[in-house]
């Protein structure tokens, strides 16, 4: 059975850090891409980065470009998501997803976390 597990959400204050996991178990992770997505409340979901299957170009959206950092460990099939300067409108349910298609589009992944909240005090 695929699964995607998040971890590492939390409080913190904004200039904050956290880092996100994404622990991947029953499909073989390192053929796959793998993408970061969020959605705040009353929001649309929207892409925050994606990195392909080697670990190579990642890509992130011009609101994190700068502050997050995604990478892999496929000896792990681990997924991680590094966020610095946090600000209070990065407060949203965070997911990770993997596929075969490096993609902003969400809906092009092919399996699916449920998510960790991640909240961001002002």
């Known amino acids: 059975q695929v699964e995607l597990v998040e971890s590492g959400g939390g409080l913190v204050q904004a200039g904050g850090s956290l880092r996100l996991s994404c622990a991947a178990s029953?499909?073989?992770?390192?053929?796959?891409?793998m993408g970061w997505f969020r959605q705040a409340p009353g929001k649309e979901r929207e892409f925050v980065a994606h990195i392909s299957w080697d670990g190579q170009t990642p890509y992130y959206a011009d609101s994190v470009k700068g502050r997050f950092t995604i990478s892999r460990d496929n000896t792990k099939n681990m997924g991680y998501l590094q966020m610095n300067s946090l600000k209070p409108e990065d407060t949203a349910l965070y997911y990770c997803?993997?596929?075969?298609?490096?993609?902003?589009?969400?809906?092009?992944?092919?399996?699916y976390g449920q998510g960790t909240q991640v909240t961001v005090s002002s």
């Open positions: 997803a993997t596929g075969g298609r490096v993609t902003t589009d969400y809906n092009a992944y092919i399996n």
């Open positions: 029953g499909h073989t992770f390192s053929l796959y891409h």
